[in-house]
């Protein structure tokens, strides 16, 4: 049974900092790409990063710079460093394959907010 279990969210300041957690389980983690995403309220949910299983990354334009994607396959887990975060990075924040092919987690909530 695929689970995904995110973890890490909370409340921050602008200009602060976050690091996101995402343990897999039921899945041969270390050949999925994997990628984060987001959902915003009243709107899409969108991905903000990824890596390829040999540990290429991309990310959106809103992102660079800023998030850092990782991926430890021994721990079966993907990780999400997020540092100057702003208010409109506030969502809640899933990982998954990519592109999304896995049942979804419950997420975690990011809010950024003074």
């Known amino acids: 049974q695929v689970q995904l279990v995110e973890s890490g969210g909370g409340l921050v300041q602008p200009g602060g900092s976050l690091r996101l957690s995402c343990a897999a389980s039921?899945?041969?983690?270390?050949?999925?790409?994997m990628g984060w995403y987001r959902q915003a309220p009243g709107k899409e949910r969108e991905l903000v990063a990824a890596?390829?299983?040999?540990?290429?990354?991309n990310y959106t334009d809103a992102v660079k710079g800023r998030f850092t994607i990782s991926r430890d396959n021994a721990k079966r887990t993907v990780y999400l460093q997020m540092i100057s975060l702003k208010p409109e990075d506030t969502a809640v924040y899933y990982c998954?394959?990519?592109?999304?092919?896995?049942?979804w987690g419950q997420g975690t909530q990011v809010t950024v907010s003074a």
């Open positions: 039921g899945i041969l983690f270390s050949i999925r790409h």
């Open positions: 890596i390829t299983s040999g540990g290429r990354t």
């Open positions: 998954n394959s990519f592109p999304a092919q896995l049942s």
